[in-house]
């Protein structure tokens, strides 16, 4: 079952990502750690289309093992 895009928004509200509104019902998520940003168009209700989800579980991913990543 697909994710609705309500859930992918908090996931990416927990994971730092900041919102930024534009044109309709999209809106821009970017991280500052990050260099692409993830553009989400839709309601909250709607179900998320798989491309969205999978770009989401990259962006996540690709946080996760930068926060692995030892500091020098």
């Not at 900041?18 to 809106?27: E, F, I, L």
Request: proline content about 6%; glycine content about 10%.
């Amino acid at each position: 079952m697909p994710k609705k895009i309500r859930e992918l928004k908090r996931l990416l509200l927990q994971a730092g990502f900041d919102y930024q509104p534009a044109k309709g019902s999209h809106g821009k998520w970017t991280h500052p750690q990050l260099r692409r940003s993830i553009i989400i168009a839709g309601k909250d209700g709607s179900d998320a289309k798989r491309y969205l989800e999978k770009l989401v579980d990259e962006a996540l991913g690709e946080l996760a093992r930068l926060g692995e990543e030892p500091e020098e």
